[in-house]
């Protein structure tokens, strides 16, 4: 028997009469659910059925009298939460961020620390029309468990994909996602480390990179909202991640290294993701008018001299640092590798240099010439020290391939 809360939800379509069979599976098995229903769906099956079912009252309207906050009452009470089935309408309006009724809304006010599964139901039409698929990814990007969908007759009458998983496989994809939820006991504790560092000129400059963080907060989000426990350092003025996980800024090289020497010698990470775009080379000093300044200058350069020389020092390689940082022995370290329109062969050279060099576990490989509009990063590559590749197109392939490497069944 399992103790879990779970939040049912119900939209319109005819597959619906198949949730009463879900829901009685879940019931009797000593699950608590609590259904919420659009309109449309009440059209399919009726609250008489559904409160006898759970022994509770049935969620309709988001303005009841008493019930002004179901959305946010409803969602600190449940464990889990499934939409069976989810309508085209339904899916396309959580994916555009539309809450015009109790459904959208308990979806609007997620806790993304808990799972949350959705279980399509339409026409092939439908399920194949751009709207819906470009939905459907958005919803995984998010966090969302999308179940696919069977193919056979449809209460159309066409023949195609579109049907409603059968209820005992849904029960049993539920009971796979709370297991496996069971066995990880404690939540991993990774680090991201995200954008460029900046190193001090004067008071109003300084020397940075092209590092936007973009790729660390899709990676904080989607482990965020798989339940790890995410720590980002992030770069002073890259983008954030739009959840609630801890938050570190960092300025320049020393910076980052003192924070992440900091946090790994005083805590047991379980892995470090290392993106961030590190300078390999520090300002020293400033030579102008044959005057010599060590940098940063505490004032703001004279801006009349026809040319300056700045001297740089090398940097260490902080991510050959990491593992001897950490207190657990264990840690596992994924570093990036960006390259600039290089070939094949010279991406493979740059990355057996940082396996010989370091103690990484495995090395993320991108080159610049593969981002697309708004400096979006596609095209990764995943190599092991056998130098054998994942390709992932997406951040969200890279992200669920990056979490099979940190769960250790890659």
């Not at 379509?13 to 229903?37: D, M, P, T, W």
Request: with cysteine; aromatic share 8%.
């Amino acid at each position: 028997m399992y103790n879990y809360k779970i939040l049912f939800k119900i939209t319109g379509s005819i597959a619906a009469y198949k949730s009463a069979y879900l829901i009685s599976k879940l019931v009797q098995n000593g699950f608590e659910v609590r259904v919420v229903v659009t309109e449309s769906a009440l059209k399919f099956i009726g609250k008489a059925t559904l409160e006898g079912l759970t022994g509770n009252r049935v969620y309709t309207d988001s303005f009841e009298e008493r019930e002004m906050m179901s959305h946010i009452n409803l969602v600190k009470w449940a464990d889990f939460t499934i939409v069976c089935p989810a309508s085209a309408n339904t899916i396309n309006k959580m994916a555009n961020g539309i809450a015009d009724n109790l459904l959208t809304s308990l979806f609007m006010a997620h806790n993304w620390s808990k799972p949350y599964l959705l279980a399509p139901a339409m026409n092939t039409s439908m399920y194949n029309h751009p709207a819906t698929q470009e939905s459907l990814v958005k919803l995984s990007n998010w966090g969302v468990e999308v179940l696919p969908v069977a193919e056979g007759n449809l209460a159309c009458g066409d023949i195609g994909r579109g049907k409603l998983l059968e209820p005992d496989e849904i029960y049993q994809k539920i009971m796979e996602v709370l297991e496996k939820r069971n066995q990880t006991g404690k939540r991993q504790k990774i680090v991201i480390t995200s954008g460029g560092t900046r190193e001090n000129i004067d008071g109003v400059r300084f020397i940075s990179n092209l590092s936007t963080g973009k790729t660390g907060a899709a990676l904080a989000e989607y482990f965020s909202r798989r339940n790890y426990e995410v720590t980002i350092i992030h770069a002073h003025d890259s983008i954030q991640p739009m959840v609630n996980c801890k938050k570190i800024k960092f300025s320049s090289f020393d910076d980052l290294n003192e924070i992440l020497k900091n946090l790994l010698s005083t805590n047991s990470y379980d892995a470090v993701i290392h993106l961030a775009a590190v300078s390999d080379f520090f300002p020293v000093s400033l030579e102008i008018n044959k005057q010599i300044f060590e940098l940063p200058m505490q004032k703001k350069l004279d801006s009349d001299a026809e040319s300056l020389t700045i001297s740089f020092r090398k940097n260490f390689k902080i991510v050959e640092r990491l593992k001897s940082y950490s207190i657990n022995n264990n840690l596992l370290v994924v570093a990036f590798k960006l390259t600039t329109g290089a070939a094949v062969s010279e991406r493979i050279g740059a990355i057996q240099k940082l396996f010989d060099n370091s103690k990484v576990d495995f090395i993320v490989s991108n080159d610049s010439s593969d981002r697309i509009g708004n400096h979006v990063q596609t095209n990764f590559k995943i190599y092991n020290r056998e130098l054998k590749p994942i390709d992932c197109a997406t951040f969200n392939e890279l992200s669920k391939e990056l979490e099979k490497i940190i769960a250790g069944t890659k």
